[in-house]
Nanobody, 126 residues
C-alpha cells in the first residue's frame, strides 16, 4: 500500500510561514506524482497543489498561487509544501496523496489513489 505521512503543521500567526513534509517509508517516492490537499473545518476537502515525479511540473490552486511552493527531494524521499504569507483561511488539515498522473489542480481528486492519512494540522491565528 502506498502510505504517506504528513508532518510540519502547527500554529502560526497571519503572515507567517510553515513547511510541510510528505514522506514515504515503504516505497520510492521519486516514481510518483504527488498532490497536496486540505480540509478546513466545516468545509469540503480541496486540492491545493501537485508536482510531477521529476519535479518539472507544478500546479497550484488560485487561492495559494504566489504564496505556496511545492517541491521534492527524491534523495530524501520527501515532498514539501512551503507556505508563506499564511492567512487565517489557510487553516486546515493538510494531506498528501499519490496521483496516477500529473494534472490540473481541478482534476487532482480524479487521479489520486490510496487511502487518506492522518494529515497535519495548520492553524493560522493571531
Amino acid at each position: 500500500q502506498l502510505q504517506l505521512v504528513e508532518s510540519g503543521g502547527g500554529l502560526v500567526q497571519p503572515g507567517g510561514s510553515l513547511r510541510l513534509s510528505c514522506a514515504a517509508s515503504r516505497f520510492t517516492l521519486e516514481n510518483y506524482h504527488i498532490g497536496w490537499f486540505r480540509q478546513a473545518p466545516g468545509k469540503e476537502r480541496e486540492a491545493v497543489s501537485c508536482i510531477s515525479s521529476s519535479g518539472g511540473t507544478t500546479n497550484y490552486a488560485d487561492s495559494v498561487k504566489g504564496r505556496f511552493t511545492i517541491s521534492r527531494d527524491n534523495a530524501k524521499n520527501t515532498v514539501y509544501l512551503q507556505m508563506n504569507s499564511l492567512k487565517p483561511e489557510d487553516t486546515a488539515i493538510y494531506y498528501c496523496q499519490v496521483l496516477k498522473r500529473i494534472t490540473t489542480v481541478q482534476a487532482m481528486f480524479l487521479t489520486r489513489f490510496g487511502s487518506w492519512g492522518q494529515g497535519t494540522q495548520v492553524t493560522v491565528s493571531s
